[in-house]
């Protein structure tokens, strides 16, 4: 249960390197993968070795999950990203 209430933040610290992710389909981790092709949400044990084994024999697969995934850290989460909607937030409110 504990994993529920989990940030996705070991997860986008892998998308963000270019690795496609395979995380458990909980909480923001969900959100993620559910919206943006960036990798595996399997469900239990078999569903991770399979999650495993595909993309180990999938280089396609591997490959697109990786660029997406970076590619959504970068556009969603990345530093700049932040640094320019709190930056508005404040603006907004003097």
């Known amino acids: 249960d504990w994993v529920r209430g989990k940030c996705a933040y ?3 610290l ?4 270019g690795i496609p992710v395979v995380a458990s389909p909980f909480g923001e981790s969900k959100k993620i993968l559910d919206n943006h092709d960036i990798g595996l949400a399997p469900l239990d044990a078999d569903d991770w070795f399979s999650a495993i084994e595909t993309l180990i024999t999938d280089h396609g697969l591997r490959s697109k999950y990786g660029i997406q995934g970076r590619r959504y850290v970068l ?3 990345s530093l700049k990203v932040w640094t320019k909607n709190i ?3 404040i603006l907004n409110k003097l």
């Not at 892998?14 to 390197?17: D, F, I, N, R």
Request: charged share 25%; proline share 0%; glycine share 0%.
């Open 14 to 17: 892998y998308a963000s390197c």
């Open 10 to 12: 070991k997860m986008l």
């Open 87 to 89: 930056s508005n937030l």
């Open 75 to 77: 556009e969603n989460k």
